[in-house]
Nanobody, 123 residues
Framework: EVQLVESGGGSVQAGGSLRLSCVAS????????MGWFRQAPGKEREGVAC????????RYADSVKGRFTISSDNAKNTVSLQMNGLKPEDTATYFC????????????????WGKGTLVTVSS
């Protein structure tokens, strides 16, 4: 079983940047596609980005395209999310997650996730 620990959340003003990091423990990290989803108070979970561990395909939610960048380092068992041009509507708790399927067109299946890190963007 993979265990995931997120860090890097915080409070920023609109237009600012944050970098979220996730460290995974477990000998099979490289076998999982990885991603991030977020959840704002009173709203459903939203998949933000994922990266395919085999072919490197990446998918972003339309709401973050051009602003967020996901990356992973299998040697270090880490996955990161660089968030630029943050908007108040990006305010949410962000969760690092394994993803059952990830391609440039579609992703689904959040199997394991961490406790989350809070991102607050003020206007």
């Amino acid at each position: 079983e993979v265990q995931l620990v997120e860090s890097g959340g915080g409070s920023v003003q609109a237009g600012g940047s944050l970098r979220l990091s996730c460290v995974a423990s477990g000998p099979t990290f490289g076998n999982y596609h990885m991603g991030w989803f977020r959840q704002a108070p009173g709203k459903e979970r939203e998949g933000v980005a994922c990266i395919n561990s085999r072919d490197g395909s990446i998918r972003y939610a339309d709401s973050v395209k051009g602003r967020f960048t996901i990356s992973s380092d299998n040697a270090k068992n880490t996955v990161s999310l660089q968030m630029n041009g943050l908007k108040p509507e990006d305010t949410a708790t962000y969760f690092c997650t394994t993803v059952s399927f990830c391609s440039s067109d579609i992703s689904y299946g959040w199997d394991y996730w961490g406790k989350g890190t809070l991102v607050t963007v003020s206007s």
